[in-house]
C-alpha cells in the first residue's frame, strides 16, 4: 500500500490551508486551519484542530480519519471525516465530507444550524524540501 503521510501542508479547494501536526502514537493528531472564506467582519484568526487516524487496516486500503476545528473568530464547529488516496504518480489527496455546526440563539433556529459540504485538500510543497 503507498503510504500517505498526513502529516504536512494542505490546501482545500477553496483556498484554505491546514498544516498537520505529526500524529502520535495512538494516531491522534494536532493542526491549525487556516480558512480563506469564513465571512467574517473579525480578522481571520487561524484556528486549531484535533483529529485522529484510524490505524492501517487488513484490506490494503487507505485508513479513515476525523478532525474538529474550533474557528476561533465565530461561534462554530466544522468536523471533517476522509480518507487519502495516493494516485499512481504518488499524489496525494484528502477526500472529504464535512459538517459545519452554527451556534444559533434559539432552539427555533436549529434547523438552519448545520451546513454539510465536500471538501478535496491537495498537498502544498513544504518549504522544507
Ligand atoms: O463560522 C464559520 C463560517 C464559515 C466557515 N467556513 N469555513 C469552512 C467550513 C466548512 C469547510 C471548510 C471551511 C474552510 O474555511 O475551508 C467557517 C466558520
Redesign the pocket.
Known sequence: LRPCDLQGLWR?E?G?NMTLLALDMDGTFSGSYH??????DKQILVSPLQGVLQPPGTKGQQPTFGFTVQ?QF?D?T?VFVGQCFVDRRGKETLETA?L?R?GVPSRRDVWKATSV?T?VFTRLPNKME
Open positions: 482545500n477553496l484554505s480558512t480563506a472564506v469564513a465571512a467574517t474557528w465565530a462554530s466544522t464535512w459545519l452554527e459540504g471538501n
